[in-house]
């Protein structure tokens, strides 16, 4: 083994061991949990990724370069072959391709080797940045280009409290007016920063508020350059800089220049931005030295901070993506309008999330119940509680607000001062003692009132704000978990309200302050109050679950179903009806036995007052179940009341719906929203009013009109117009109950129907009592709007049957009703063909529905049914709300529902023809690599070609000129020859691109390149020519520096044809020297330069013999040597046309002698 051999094994060996690191990382990623808690840990990782993957690059870049020496080595060490055959001409063939592959996939690895660790790495950490705030959307858009950016960074030194020196990466800018510093570097340095109030406003009037600045000191690590400047403190000032990685081998760096010379030696390395200096700085520190290479290549300048660089870098064989985000305010109105018509989703059961797992576990493992059996919870925290800023300036601002509306509001400032007062009497505040010492962490909350005027008990709440940011930028919530859902679903409860004879209602009071925060967690819930302006302000904290805390609601809920567990042996079926029957703090439970639910109602009143829990606001459609002071008010004078969310009247036991509308015309499209808000239908029981809403509201969203903007006249009349009718709503009154008392046999009949408008399902529950008596009402109804993009009819109608299967798979989990048999209605026969068929023959759209389909229902269970039976089919369309309240069709469904079941349809279904089948196909798709057409070749005639091209860029620049300018008649020489040269730059681009390219910017030819020997270089028309050895000789500068031409390539078969036509169709293989003085053919010596002529020559042209008359017989007798004669001596031509300059045309004869001295 040879020393390089050697040395190769030796760096392949260490690049194995470099990979071997690489994988490990990779795996480490795979199972790698991305939060806040773990991205510091991550970007350490990704440094040190970085060190590694350069030390790969460079490995790898050490084994290429002897790798390619090797097989070029091979290629040229070749022997020739001894003896003609077959078999010598195989080998020599392979061994050949054998190196050339190998040097091929060296060159194409060269840029496709990008570690797949450094990518994960990064996507995990952009992970955590990319998540939008709840109340937006994140809109980006992409572009792939093949070059980069560099903006201009630099490292300097900053001075912390303490003198002492601290590294920061500064962008920049000279279009800033002010001077940026992140938060997070500000707290290294332990400055102490000013308040102040203010915002800076970028692109598109984009504000920013800024609450703090801090005077620092910026020194530069290679010159005494020293200032002191302000800052004002942001959290992020950019992501990381440059977007992409950049190999320095890309860049051309003057020779003057040292990598250590440079501001920002790392200005290749994708990091994060600490500082941003603005205009006053970056013109100060300006120095005389400025260098651009080219064009593709950025600016070098010198500063004071070092030599810095910028603008555009052109990347060759690599592609960049250039990412916009953009942040809309009003994103989570347009998301949730964009669900209206979404196409129905297969959606799978939901598991908990890592996060919501480890905070089940932290509520088991903290939470008690202190002597008197109240719980005492912990937060559950998912960051590092010391990210928390200073809270207390926005507590203070706040205050102060309130103070102001007090001003003006005494009512409101008596409600709320009872409110706080009530709160700290009942032990759910307490005042944080003047002398006690401040924990390491403090979260002030800013508090606000919120007034309700339809509450019976209490019109004023006063609501806490721990969303509201710390001067860190991390408020409170960001830090807690917002935990798993441990209740039913809202429609769950009252899909089960509506089966039983008997319900009761009630809510449980102050339930969030019935549980106790422990005391640990206390310094974390503090406000700022004060009774009047007079007074001090007072340090208090909040000593119970506080409603606006991210997780709230999860304790509250937790520890109900905790209560439910413990007593699940003791009260079986009280334990029950607290962990089903609750939603939030409101019980609505039911019974076929007033019996029954008294004694659940006693059993789940004893369990919750254990835990200091007590219900109020009992309301039943039975008296006895009421408490004796409720009792003595007469049924018959209790008005209706919410539960949850739906109005009931317990004497009519019916629901009823109320609308707010607001007085006035609707205008905008927010206003028209607004209105559809206030419908309130969680059971979908007035469907097709809603439907005929989202339909109008799709009209709008057509019309892609601002939030605010007026809408059209004629859709404002008819909205209006609409809206003036739904108080006809309140007419409705839907009995609780869906079944009949008493009933022996219930049934489920679902129906489903679709149009391009919208599609949907509707359930209807059938009961029959003993004497045979049947009924048939609505239950419940789900709806949605056609996708914008079109679907086939069958389609939506397999949608609308994905939609009724799951819907009554809701129904049925949430009911405890015997039923006896289900049934589902469509009036699409190619649906349920789909249903009963196999789904794997079907496409994908329609086997992945039918399958969930037929995973939910049985195949029995679907039925075929006439569309004007179908009561589906009122959803399509909508319904005026005054006609609702009449439509025997929806509220009990088609008649022969309540009939036997021998009265039922029973249409014969036709089979479907195949052409209407939408069967899965197998298909091969075959990729045919085509050239892009090319002008070189669409014409035989270079002239013509070349006048074509002409008067292109006559027209191009014509249009560009004013009319007096514009050039017109015959075309010009200089025309022409732009032309051809444009022309030869275009075959030149075609054969030669890489060596232009390496040429314009690296200043010399590769050495692999077939023309090296010509000693190429470009001009100032950015023609390829070779400089040789006649450049001083007095020739022309075409002659001297010839342009050179691919062999086989169509322009140079077109020059030759010329050239050929020229010479006047000459035969001889050696005139292609006309050619060759203006140009030059690579990859041919001067006899294949023949060659290639002739070959031209005989397969393209047409060659013209001259045949001349014979000689006359006296011009072929011998003669002396200087002997002269008439006949020999002289020869004349026929006549020919003259043409004179003033005389017109004349005919004149030549004659020619030969006269000897």
């Known amino acids: 083994m040879t020393d390089k051999e050697k040395g190769l094994a030796n760096l392949k060996r260490k690049r194995a061991t470099i990979k071997t690191q690489l994988t490990k990382f990779n795996t480490y990623l795979g199972g790698f949990v991305v939060n806040k808690e773990t991205l510091a840990q991550l970007r350490i990782?990704?440094?040190?990724?970085?060190?590694?993957?350069?030390?790969?690059?460079?490995?790898?870049?050490?084994?290429?370069?002897?790798?390619?020496?090797?097989?070029?080595?091979?290629?040229?060490?070749?022997?020739?072959?001894?003896?003609?055959?077959?078999?010598?001409?195989?080998?020599?063939?392979?061994?050949?391709?054998?190196?050339?592959?190998?040097?091929?996939?060296?060159?194409?690895?060269?840029?496709?080797?990008?570690?797949?660790?450094?990518?994960?790495?990064?996507?995990?950490?952009?992970?955590?940045?990319?998540?939008?705030?709840?109340?937006?959307?994140?809109?980006?858009?992409?572009?792939?280009?093949?070059?980069?950016?560099?903006?201009?960074?630099?490292?300097?030194?900053?001075?912390?409290?303490?003198?002492?020196?601290?590294?920061?990466?500064?962008?920049?800018?000279?279009?800033?007016?002010?001077?940026?510093?992140?938060?997070?570097?500000?707290?290294?340095?332990?400055?102490?920063?000013?308040?102040?109030?203010?915002?800076?406003?970028?692109?598109?009037?984009?504000?920013?508020?800024?609450?703090?600045?801090?005077?620092?000191?910026?020194?530069?690590?290679?010159?005494?350059?020293?200032?002191?400047?302000?800052?004002?403190?942001?959290?992020?000032?950019?992501?990381?800089?440059?977007?992409?990685?950049?190999?320095?081998?890309?860049?051309?760096?003057?020779?003057?220049?040292?990598?250590?010379?440079?501001?920002?030696?790392?200005?290749?390395?994708?990091?994060?931005?600490?500082?941003?200096l603005g205009a006053t700085v970056f013109w100060s520190i300006l120095q005389q030295g400025r260098i651009q290479l080219s064009n593709e290549q950025p600016v070098f300048q010198k500063t004071s901070l070092g030599w810095i660089l910028g603008g555009k870098l052109t990347l060759i064989g690599t592609n960049r993506t250039s990412r916009i985000c953009c942040t809309i305010t009003n994103g989570d109105l347009n998301e949730q309008l964009e669900r209206f018509w979404e196409i129905e989703r297969c959606e799978l059961e939901r598991n908990l999330t890592p996060e919501e797992v480890a905070c089940e576990k932290h509520f088991e493992s903290t939470t008690y119940r202190d002597e008197n059996g109240r719980f005492v919870v912990s937060l559950p925290l998912k960051g590092e509680i010391k990210s928390l800023g200073d809270s207390e300036y926005n507590a203070m601002k706040s205050l102060k607000s309130m103070e102001r509306r007090f001003a003006k509001d005494p009512i409101l400032h008596q409600r709320y001062l009872d409110f706080l007062q009530e709160y700290e009497s009942m032990g759910h505040m307490e005042l944080v003692p003047e002398n006690q010492e401040d924990p390491d962490v403090v979260y002030y909350l800013p508090h606000h009132g919120v007034t309700r005027k339809e509450s019976d008990t209490t019109k004023l709440r006063v609501v806490f704000n721990a969303s509201c940011r710390t001067s860190s930028g991390v408020s409170l919530n960001d830090l807690l978990i917002v935990g798993p859902e441990t209740q039913p679903e809202l429609s769950d409860h009252l899909l089960r309200l509506r089966q039983d004879d008997y319900v009761l209602t009630a809510d449980i009071v102050k339930m969030f302050r019935q549980i106790k925060i422990a005391p640990r967690d206390r310094a974390l819930l503090r406000i700022l109050w004060r009774k009047n302006i007079q007074a001090p302000i007072r340090k208090k904290q909040l000593t119970t679950v506080t409603y606006g805390t991210a997780?709230?609601?999860?304790?509250?809920?937790?520890?109900?179903?905790?209560?439910?567990?413990?007593?699940?042996?003791?009260?079986?079926?009280?334990?029950?009806?607290?962990?089903?029957?609750?939603?939030?703090?409101?019980?609505?439970?039911?019974?076929?036995?007033?019996?029954?639910?008294?004694?659940?109602?006693?059993?789940?009143?004893?369990?919750?007052?254990?835990?200091?829990?007590?219900?109020?606001?009992?309301?039943?459609?039975?008296?006895?179940?009421?408490?004796?002071?409720?009792?003595?008010?007469?049924?018959?004078?209790?008005?209706?009341?919410?539960?949850?969310?739906?109005?009931?009247?317990?004497?009519?036991?019916?629901?009823?719906?109320?609308?707010?509308?607001?007085?006035?015309?609707?205008?905008?499209?927010?206003?028209?929203?607004?209105?559809?808000?206030?419908?309130?239908?969680?059971?979908?029981?007035?469907?097709?009013?809603?439907?005929?809403?989202?339909?109008?509201?799709?009209?709008?969203?057509?019309?892609?009109?601002?939030?605010?903007?007026?809408?059209?006249?004629?859709?404002?009349?008819?909205?209006?117009?609409?809206?003036?009718?739904?108080?006809?709503?309140?007419?409705?009154?839907?009995?609780?109950?869906?079944?009949?008392?008493e009933a022996v046999q219930i049934e489920m009949h679902g129906f489903c129907d679709a149009s391009q408008s919208a599609y949907g399902a509707c359930i209807y529950l059938c009961s029959i009592d003993a004497k045979g008596n049947k009924t048939a009402r609505l239950l419940t109804s789900k709806s949605r709007i056609a996708p914008l993009k079109i679907l086939s009819i069958p389609r939506l109608e397999l949608c609308s049957a994905v939609l009724l299967a799951k819907l009554a798979c809701k129904v049925r989990k949430a009911l405890t009703l015997q039923i006896h048999k289900y049934l589902y209605?469509?009036?699409?026969?190619?649906?349920?063909?789909?249903?009963?068929?196999?789904?794997?023959?079907?496409?994908?759209?329609?086997?992945?529905?039918?399958?969930?389909?037929?995973?939910?229902?049985?195949?029995?269970?679907?039925?075929?049914?006439?569309?004007?039976?179908?009561p589906a089919d009122i959803i399509l369309w909508g319904i005026d709300p005054r006609e609702l309240p009449k439509s025997e069709m929806w509220w009990s469904g088609p008649p022969w529902l309540r009939a036997s079941s021998d009265q039922w349809p029973n249409d014969v279904i036709k089979e479907i023809p195949e052409e209407l089948q939408e069967k899965s196909r197998r298909t091969v798709l075959v990729t045919v690599q085509e050239d892009e057409e090319n002008l070189l070749e669409r014409f035989s005639s270079l002239s013509k070609l070349r006048r074509i091209v002409a008067y292109c860029y006559r027209f191009v620049e014509n249009c560009r000129k004013q009319a007096s300018q514009r050039r017109f008649g015959p075309l010009k020489v200089e025309e022409l020859t732009a032309a051809n040269t444009a022309l030869v730059k275009m075959a030149q681009r075609q054969a030669f691109a890489r060596e232009i390219w390496d040429k314009g910017n690296k200043g010399k030819v590769s050495r692999n390149s077939r023309i090296l020997s010509l000693?190429?270089?470009?001009?100032?028309?950015?023609?390829?020519?070779?400089?040789?050895?006649?450049?001083?000789?007095?020739?022309?500068?075409?002659?001297?520096?010839?342009?050179?031409?691919?062999?086989?390539?169509?322009?140079?078969?077109?020059?030759?044809?010329?050239?050929?036509?020229?010479?006047?169709?000459?035969?001889?293989?050696?005139?292609?020297?006309?050619?060759?003085?203006?140009?030059?053919?690579?990859?041919?010596?001067?006899?294949?330069?023949?060659?290639?002529?002739?070959?031209?020559?005989?397969?393209?042209?047409?060659?013209?013999?001259?045949?001349?008359?014979?000689?006359?017989?006296?011009?072929?007798?011998?003669?002396?040597?200087?002997?002269?004669?008439?006949?020999?001596?002289?020869?004349?031509?026929g006549k020919r046309a003259d043409r004179a300059a003033q005389e017109g045309t004349k005919k004149a004869g030549v004659s020619r002698w030969t006269v000897a001295m």
């Open 45 to 276: 990782r990704l440094e040190k990724i970085e060190q590694l993957w350069n030390s790969y690059s460079d490995v790898q870049e050490q084994i290429e370069g002897l790798a390619t020496r090797h097989h070029t080595r091979a290629i040229f060490s070749l022997k020739p072959i001894e003896k003609e055959s077959s078999s010598q001409l195989r080998n020599l063939t392979d061994c050949l391709k054998q190196h050339l592959e190998a040097l091929k996939a060296l060159n194409t690895s060269e840029n496709a080797s990008k570690g797949e660790s450094e990518k994960g790495a990064e996507k995990k950490v952009e992970e955590i940045k990319s998540v939008p705030a709840a109340n937006s959307v994140v809109t980006c858009a992409s572009k792939s280009t093949s070059s980069e950016i560099l903006l201009s960074t630099a490292w300097v030194h900053i001075v912390d409290r303490k003198g002492k020196l601290h590294n920061a990466r500064a962008l920049l800018d000279n279009g800033a007016t002010l001077n940026f510093i992140t938060s997070d570097l500000l707290n290294k340095l332990d400055l102490e920063p000013k308040k102040v109030e203010g915002r800076v406003t970028g692109f598109q009037r984009n504000t920013t508020f800024t609450r703090e600045m801090v005077t620092a000191t910026v020194k530069s690590k290679l010159s005494k350059y020293s200032e002191t400047l302000t800052f004002t403190v942001i959290d992020q000032i950019t992501s990381r800089i440059p977007g992409n990685r950049v190999e320095v081998s890309q860049l051309q760096i003057p020779e003057s220049i040292s990598l250590s010379q440079l501001a920002d030696p790392t200005f290749n390395v994708p990091q994060k931005v600490d500082m941003l």
């Open 1015 to 1133: 000693n190429p270089f470009v001009d100032e028309g950015g023609v390829l020519r070779v400089r040789g050895r006649l450049m001083n000789a007095a020739l022309s500068y075409d002659q001297r520096f010839p342009i050179i031409l691919p062999a086989k390539h169509p322009f140079s078969t077109l020059l030759i044809i010329e050239m050929h036509y020229k010479n006047l169709h000459a035969v001889s293989c050696k005139d292609s020297g006309n050619v060759g003085r203006e140009s030059m053919l690579p990859s041919f010596s001067l006899d294949k330069n023949g060659k290639k002529h002739c070959t031209i020559l005989t397969s393209r042209i047409v060659v013209i013999l001259l045949k001349a008359k014979p000689f006359k017989a006296g011009r072929m007798l011998r003669a002396r040597k200087f002997e002269l004669s008439r006949e020999k001596g002289g020869s004349t031509s």
């Open 551 to 741: 997780s709230a609601a999860y304790q509250a809920k937790r520890c109900l179903k905790q209560l439910a567990i413990d007593n699940a042996k003791a009260y079986p079926d009280a334990a029950k009806s607290i962990e089903e029957d609750f939603y939030m703090d409101d019980w609505g439970t039911g019974s076929k036995s007033v019996k029954r639910l008294q004694q659940r109602k006693q059993e789940v009143t004893q369990i919750l007052a254990s835990a200091g829990m007590e219900l109020q606001k009992w309301h039943s459609n039975a008296s006895e179940l009421l408490p004796s002071s409720e009792r003595e008010v007469p049924l018959t004078s209790r008005e209706e009341t919410k539960t949850l969310g739906i109005r009931w009247n317990p004497q009519e036991d019916t629901f009823i719906f109320k609308v707010a509308i607001p007085a006035g015309p609707c205008r905008s499209k927010r206003s028209i929203l607004s209105v559809i808000a206030q419908i309130y239908d969680p059971m979908g029981l007035i469907g097709p009013v809603v439907v005929k809403a989202k339909l109008f509201m799709r009209r709008l969203w057509k019309l892609s009109i601002d939030w605010d903007d007026k809408i059209p006249v004629e859709l404002m009349l008819e909205w209006n117009s609409y809206k003036e009718r739904l108080e006809a709503m309140e007419e409705i009154k839907i009995p609780r109950q869906a079944v009949t008392r």
């Open 825 to 870: 209605w469509t009036n699409a026969s190619i649906v349920i063909h789909w249903i009963r068929g196999d789904p794997d023959k079907h496409k994908v759209f329609v086997a992945n529905r039918v399958t969930i389909i037929q995973g939910l229902t049985r195949q029995d269970e679907w039925r075929h049914v006439r569309t004007k039976s179908n």
